[in-house]
Structures are given as structure tokens and as C-alpha cells.
């Protein structure tokens, strides 16, 4: 059982890392908690809370792992290599491509209201 709670401690650890070594986490998860306070403000309803839930979790989920492979990248080829700056640029796209999709949501759901 001890293990199962190791597991949380680690995750946190791992929260705590890309916190405060990764300067776009910091954006995003202010970026998140702006959100979730503009979606109280505006009364969001069951269904619209998910969505931005699920956008927002995307984008954290994408940053987390954007953070595990530079770091990986950096002990594998810790020279210049094209390729290792390719699957760096790839993880890059892939918070991108999250973080235009949270935005397009944020946009549907709270233009109308305002
Ligand atoms: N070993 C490498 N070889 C070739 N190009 C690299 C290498 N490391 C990084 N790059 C290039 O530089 C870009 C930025 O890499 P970097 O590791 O600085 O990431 P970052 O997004 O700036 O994150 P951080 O500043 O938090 O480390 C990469 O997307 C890639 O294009």
C-alpha cells in the first residue's frame, strides 16, 4: 500500500519539476486557473466545464510530457544531433496543437457569454 502512495509522491515530484524549471508550464497552468476562474464567473454549465477540462488537462498532459522527453533527449544526445532536435521540435508541436485546441474551446464557450 505504502508503494500506491509512493506513486503520488513521485507524480508530485514530478509536478514540482516541470513547475519550476519550465517556464511555459508556469503560463500554462496560470493560463488554467484564469480559466477556471472565468468559468465560475460565468456559470458554466456541466457540459461546458468538461470540455474546458478537458482541453486544459490536454495541454498540462502535452507539457508534462513535452518536459519528460527534453529531458530524455538531453541524457540520450547531449550534443547538437539533428535528430534529437527533431524530437524535441516534434514534442513542441504537440503542445502547440493542444494549446490551439484549448484556445478555439476557451473561444466557443465564452464569446457567447460576454
Ligand atoms: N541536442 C540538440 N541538437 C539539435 N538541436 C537541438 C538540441 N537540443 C535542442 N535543440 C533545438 O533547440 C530547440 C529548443 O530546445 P530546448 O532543449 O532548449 O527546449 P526548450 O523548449 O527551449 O525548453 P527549455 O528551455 O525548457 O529546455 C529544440 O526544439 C530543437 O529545435
Known amino acids: 500500500m505504502s508503494k500506491f502512495f ?3 509522491q513521485y507524480a508530485w515530484q514530478g509536478l514540482n519539476y516541470a513547475f519550476s524549471t ?3 508550464f508556469r503560463f500554462h ?3 488554467a486557473a484564469l480559466i477556471a476562474l472565468c468559468g465560475f464567473v460565468a ?3 456541466g457540459a461546458e466545464w ?3 477540462l478537458l482541453s486544459v488537462s490536454l495541454v498540462i498532459v502535452c507539457e508534462l510530457f513535452n518536459t519528460a522527453i527534453e529531458v530524455l ?3 540520450v544526445s547531449p550534443g547538437y544531433s ?3 532536435g527533431i524530437v524535441k521540435d516534434l514534442a513542441s508541436a504537440a503542445v502547440l496543437i493542444s494549446a490551439i485546441f484549448a ?3 476557451a473561444i466557443i464557450i465564452f464569446i457567447p457569454k460576454i
Request: glycine share 4%; proline share 0%.
Open 29 to 31: 497552468a496560470f493560463a
Open 22 to 24: 519550465q517556464i511555459n
Open 6 to 8: 509512493k506513486g503520488f
Open 82 to 84: 539533428r535528430e534529437a
Open 103 to 105: 484556445f478555439i474551446t
Open 50 to 52: 468538461l470540455w474546458i
Open 73 to 75: 533527449v538531453d541524457i
Open 43 to 45: 456559470d458554466l454549465s
